[in-house]
């Protein structure tokens, strides 16, 4: 609204300069390209990423399966790398020896960090592959929605910069304009322009 307001007051003033124009309809521009390409291309970039995650999640659902371990053992030692944000002492107790089938029918004995305390011989589940190895739980179509969502966001105010950085060097631009245009004005109306003596 400033920059339509910009432009119509500056339409029919005197003291309007080519450049006062070019800055006001430049504003508008850029005001109409955030509004419209901005909000355009993070909704573009949405969904984009929306179909992608969506097919990401089919395709983990596909792979990843859940499958019983039954503790074979606890082990009282802790992880060998354990992260100091996440893991804590109680963690460490958590820690078990598991024997489990992966779908192709396969046995598997490793370690394993149980979801609570359990004894030897309880059993819970873990997300496994094809092959039985261990994989992190797969996505679900919430977190896939809300990826996509910040994806969105992200481009909407990524190209809105942009809009805004290119509307600046434009208006930079012209500030050099307009000083040099002043410069040379001065310069014509010399140095004793404005003296009480001038011309006498």
């Known amino acids: 609204m400033r920059a339509m307001r910009g432009v119509w007051r500056w339409r029919r003033n005197p003291l309007r300069r080519r450049t006062d124009r070019i800055e006001a309809w430049v504003a508008l521009i850029a005001a109409l390209l955030i509004a419209l390409g901005s909000t355009s291309a993070g909704w573009l970039t949405g969904r984009t990423a929306q179909g992608a995650l969506l097919e990401t999640v089919r395709v983990q659902h596909q792979q990843r399966h859940l499958v019983w371990v039954t503790v074979d053992r606890l082990l009282s030692r802790a992880p060998l790398d354990p992260d100091p944000e996440t893991s804590s002492h109680r963690d460490s107790h958590r ?93 014509r109306a010399g140095q004793d322009w404005g003296r009480a003596d001038t011309g006498s």
């Open 95 to 187: 820690r078990v020896l598991g024997r489990w089938t992966a779908r192709d029918g396969s046995a598997h004995l490793g370690q394993l960090a149980a979801p609570r305390p359990v004894e030897t011989g309880e059993r819970f589940r873990i997300w496994t592959d094809d092959r039985g190895r261990v994989v992190p739980r797969p996505m679900d179509a919430s977190t896939a929605a809300t990826h996509a969502v910040l994806a969105g966001l992200g481009a909407t105010a990524g190209v809105g910069m942009m809009i805004e950085g290119a509307r600046r060097m434009i208006v930079w631009q012209l500030m050099v304009r307009r000083f040099r245009h002043w410069d040379q004005e001065w310069k």
